[in-house]
Structure formats: structure tokens, C-alpha cells
């Protein structure tokens, strides 16, 4: 049997992987909200000064926020020894061209909005297997960019649903390091795709929530782990409804709930008329920042983080399909 | 041939236990669908080598346990959906409708000002209406560009998107997001990105109503 495997789905990672610093970037809207004092960089505008495309200013929030962790560990580029980095484009265009700019061997990894969470199991499985000391994760996504590849255009006159979430603007980037201090990656549980037949585009949060439950169920079992063993589990973006669901899935099968949170419901105010709350491989890419500095300052020593991520194509969905669910997770700890 | 027929036999279980559209437990589901796998595969594998009649009949196989796996994920999709839909907040319906009627009413008035205007000043009342369209259509697209027709449009719903300047809207804001890809793939090619099918089922429907028009003269 593998020896770093638990249970069935969950890598322990015997050299411990290290989350020494990060670099954040957000749009305005995400500036305003409630975490809006702890990203390192706020747009006045979600497009970059003289820049003609958003994909052009997405690239430069994630290269931007990669650059800022990059100072904050007193690193240049060329020490990270791999680059993992993904979005939410056709192509994870974003993180070509930033892989582009620094010129580090590079793993492009595309889930959605499990992304970050994804790279973060990835970087640290490199670490653990002793391939590097040394590894950089980034993950953006842009409301604009996304709004027009899976949706409608910005300015087109639509009236949203209730359920539906709004993509974050931002990009968030964190160093994994095999020594130094910082927040430790212990476990990450790899999730299975769970599709439950939701085919709505608008209701994203319903269609995750299935996989969330199968990972955070996964993950308590692989350890032999209680829920209150966490001091605050947290879905990526499963948004006001998601959330409900899944605590809802939770409390059925005699799970408590209490420290269940979403960081797409703390990264908007209720006010900003996003409805669901937030969406995005930057929901969970900068609210990571925040729960990082939280447990730093000893407000939580133990938290499993689980990205979750729609598999949404607009292809697909018009061809009739349902939205995959994907969620993975990785625990965080204090030292 | 042998193992084919146990095959079929479980194959024919399986469809017994779905004609009963039972809920089963998790560890029984995983059994189920671990066996409709494996089987699928081992289908696949003979098909591979097989001719003629022999193929086609392994091939109707195949799809019939590709039926039963999706059967199976249905039951819990419905299961999951019962679950999950009445947590969904419920669609603002009687609000729209009024602020849509509000709205849309108001957009036509305007529409019925200018009119009387042009009539006021001359035109005929055939000119007028087009003359109408012609400056609709441009506030519409004005305001798009201006980024306050969606905003609108958040209120309105269907009040601003059912009248000529919703029409606008949806040319003028896919032509905004296509313009960075250039003038010939990027506005040339999406400007009708939304408004495309308006189009085309316009255009159906006014030849259908013109040859019933013909045929009952």
C-alpha cells in the first residue's frame, strides 16, 4: 500500500509542505466588500490603466499577485522551481501568458473553480515527493472574462436569477515551501467528479454541492475525523444556496454544521446585489489570504478548505447536458 | 457464449430492480454500478471482435447498459432535486411583472411621444412609426454604450428587452465584447450573437403567416 495515502482519497504528506507567503489582487467590487482590508491590491476599475482587453487585465491581476508573493518571500522568479497555475478561460489562457512572463517549468491545471485548491494538492504532493522545495501556485478569474465566454455580454440588459452567483474579480498567489514558517498543507483529499443532474448555469452552487459533501465526507472518514476536529471548514464557492444545500445534505446524513462556512458568501457584503454570493477560481484564490492571516493570528489552528468547482461549458450545456461537480480539499494548520 | 448469457441474465436483474425504481443504500449503489461497468466494458471488448449479425446484437447490448447506468444516476438525480429545489429562493415573479409592465409601458410611451411629435411636425403617420424605430433603436444602443441599459435592465426584464431598444441592446452589447477580437472575427462575425436567432425565427415566422395570408384570400 502507497504510504502517503489515508483511507481511500486523501494524500498525508509526510514532509510537510509550507504556505510561506501570498500576493492577492481583486477587482473594486471585491475591494469594497467585507474582506476588502486584507487583499494586498485593489483596481480602481476592472480593467488595468491602458489595458484594451479584460483578458489582458486578468492576466496581469495573476501575474501581479504572483509578483507581490514573490516580494513578500524576497524571491525572484526564476527560484520557483514549478509554476501551477490556472483559470477559468478557454485554454487557461491566464496562466499561459503569466507562465509566459516568468519562464519557470510550469504545470497548467484547469478545475474549474477547484483550481486553487488543486494546484495547492498538486504543489504540495511535488514538495512532499521531494522533487521541490520551492513551488508556485496562482489562480484568477475576472467577472467580465467569464460573463462573456459562459454567459451573456456585460452589457446586455438580463435580468440575473436569485440563484445565480457573481464571478469574482480576482487572483490569488501562494509559495509553497518544504521548510521556513507559515500555515502547513497536512492532508488533501482528491474528489470525485459528482453529477447530479442540475443543468441550470445559473445555479451553480446546487450542482457543487454534492461534490463538496462527497469530499468533506471522504476526507472525515480517510482520517477518522469528526467535524468538530475543524475549527471551520470551507467550501470555495458554493454561494448563499450552495451552502444551504450542503449543509442541508450534511444534517441528513447526522453530520453538525455549526463551522461550516463558503467563502463566496464572505467575500460580498448581502448589499452588492450579487445574489448567490461569489463565484470563481478568484472566490477561493483570495479568500484563502484572509482565513491565512486568521490562522496566523491563531483564530483558527485547523481548517480543511475544499475548492469546488462547475465543470460548465457552454456546449455542453447548450446540447443539453448537466454540470460535472468537482471538489477537492486540503487542511490547513497552524504551527 | 456461456459467459455471455450470464451477462444477459444480470443484465435482465438489473432491469427488473429499475422497473422498481427502488432507492438503494450507498454500499448497494457502488455494487450496481461497479457491475454495470464492468459489464460495459467486457461488451465493449467482444464487440470489438465480433462480425456481422453477432455485432449488431452485442451492440444493442451495449446500449442497453448504457441506459441502465444513466437510469440509475436518474433516480438519484430526482432524489437530489427534491432535496435541493425548494432551498432555491423563490423567483421574484409578481415584482417582475409589474416593474416589467411598468417599464415596458413606460419605454412605449416615450415611443408613442416621439411619434406624435414627428406626426406633429409634418410626417406621415407611416413615417412616423419608422422614423420612431429609427430613433429608439439609437437611444437603445446609446445607452448601452453608456453602460446604463443593463442596469436598466436588472429592474426591467423582459419590459426592456421585449421593445426595439432591447433589440438594440443585444447588437450594441455583443458588438462592445467582440470589438477586441477586431472588426472582421470579432464584430463581423458575433454581432448577432444574441439577436441572430430574433432573426431568423422572425423572419420564419412572418414567411409562414405570409403564405397563410396568401392562401386564405
Known amino acids: ?335 | 457464449m456461456e459467459k455471455e448469457e450470464i451477462l444477459r441474465q444480470k443484465h435482465a436483474s438489473r432491469e427488473k430492480l429499475l422497473a422498481k425504481w427502488v432507492l438503494m443504500n450507498e454500499n448497494a449503489k457502488n455494487l450496481v454500478q461497479k457491475e454495470i461497468q464492468m459489464d460495459h466494458q467486457t461488451v465493449i471488448a467482444w464487440e470489438a471482435k465480433a462480425e456481422g449479425e453477432k455485432k449488431k446484437l452485442l451492440m444493442k447490448l451495449r446500449i442497453s447498459i448504457d441506459k441502465q447506468q444513466k437510469a440509475f444516476q436518474k433516480i438519484d438525480s430526482l432524489e437530489y432535486k427534491k432535496k435541493a429545489g425548494p432551498l432555491a429562493p423563490k423567483p421574484t415573479t409578481v415584482r417582475n411583472v409589474i416593474l416589467a409592465f411598468f417599464f415596458g409601458g413606460l419605454i412605449c410611451t416615450i415611443g408613442q411621444l416621439i411619434t406624435n411629435l414627428f406626426i406633429a411636425n409634418g410626417l406621415l403617420d407611416k413615417d412616423a412609426g419608422t422614423a420612431t424605430a429609427a430613433v429608439l433603436i439609437f437611444a437603445g444602443s446609446f445607452f448601452t454604450g453608456l453602460g446604463v441599459y443593463d442596469e436598466l435592465g436588472k429592474y426591467a426584464g423582459a419590459g426592456s428587452i421585449v421593445p426595439i431598444t432591447g433589440f438594440a441592446n443585444s447588437i450594441a452589447a455583443s458588438a462592445l465584447e467582440a470589438k477586441r477580437e477586431g472588426f472582421i472575427y470579432g464584430v463581423g462575425a458575433r454581432l448577432f450573437m444574441v439577436a441572430g436567432p430574433v432573426i431568423v425565427y422572425g423572419t420564419v415566422v412572418s414567411i409562414l403567416i405570409g403564405l397563410i395570408y396568401f392562401f386564405m384570400r
Open chain 1, 1 to 335: 500500500m502507497a504510504k502517503n495515502k489515508a483511507g481511500e482519497q486523501t494524500l498525508a504528506f509526510l514532509r510537510v509542505p509550507i504556505i510561506s507567503t501570498w500576493g492577492t489582487v481583486v477587482g473594486p467590487m471585491e475591494g469594497e466588500g467585507p474582506l476588502g482590508d486584507y487583499f494586498d491590491k485593489i483596481l480602481d476599475n476592472n480593467l488595468y490603466e491602458g489595458d484594451k482587453s479584460w483578458e489582458e487585465s486578468e492576466q496581469k491581476m495573476m501575474q501581479h499577485s504572483m509578483e507581490l508573493a514573490l516580494e513578500h518571500a524576497g524571491m525572484s522568479s526564476k527560484d520557483m522551481e514549478f509554476y501551477l497555475a490556472g483559470d477559468l478561460l478557454n485554454q487557461i489562457i491566464v496562466a499561459n501568458f503569466t507562465a509566459r512572463f516568468f519562464d519557470v517549468p510550469f504545470l497548467g491545471v484547469y478545475g474549474a473553480c477547484s483550481t486553487l485548491v488543486e494546484g495547492l494538492a498538486l504543489g504540495s504532493t511535488l514538495i512532499c515527493g521531494e522533487y521541490a522545495d520551492k513551488v508556485g501556485v496562482s489562480v484568477s478569474s475576472h467577472h467580465d472574462t467569464a460573463e462573456r465566454q459562459l454567459r451573456f455580454p456585460t452589457e446586455q440588459g438580463v435580468q440575473r436569477p436569485m440563484t445565480a452567483q457573481w464571478t469574482v474579480t480576482g487572483a490569488g498567489s501562494y509559495i509553497l515551501g518544504s521548510s521556513g514558517s507559515g500555515i502547513r498543507i497536512t492532508h488533501a483529499t482528491i474528489g470525485k467528479i459528482k453529477d447530479l443532474g442540475i443543468s441550470d448555469t445559473n445555479n451553480m452552487g446546487t450542482a457543487m454541492a454534492p461534490a463538496a459533501f462527497d469530499t468533506i465526507k471522504a476526507n472525515l472518514q480517510d482520517l477518522g475525523r469528526k467535524v468538530s476536529d475543524y475549527d471551520l471548514i470551507i467550501t470555495g464557492d458554493l454561494g448563499i444556496l450552495g451552502l444551504s444545500v450542503l449543509k442541508e445534505l450534511m444534517r441528513a446524513e447526522g453530520y453538525v454544521t455549526d463551522n461550516v462556512s463558503d467563502c463566496g458568501v464572505l467575500i460580498y457584503r448581502p448589499d452588492q446585489d450579487t445574489h448567490s454570493g461569489g463565484s470563481g477560481c478568484g472566490c477561493s484564490g483570495v479568500v484563502l489570504s484572509y482565513l491565512l492571516k486568521q490562522m496566523v493570528e491563531r483564530r483558527y489552528l485547523r481548517i480543511f478548505l475544499i475548492g469546488t468547482g462547475a465543470l460548465l461549458s457552454p456546449i455542453s450545456a447548450f446540447q443539453g447536458e448537466s454540470i460535472p461537480g468537482i471538489a477537492h480539499g486540503v487542511v490547513l494548520e497552524y504551527c
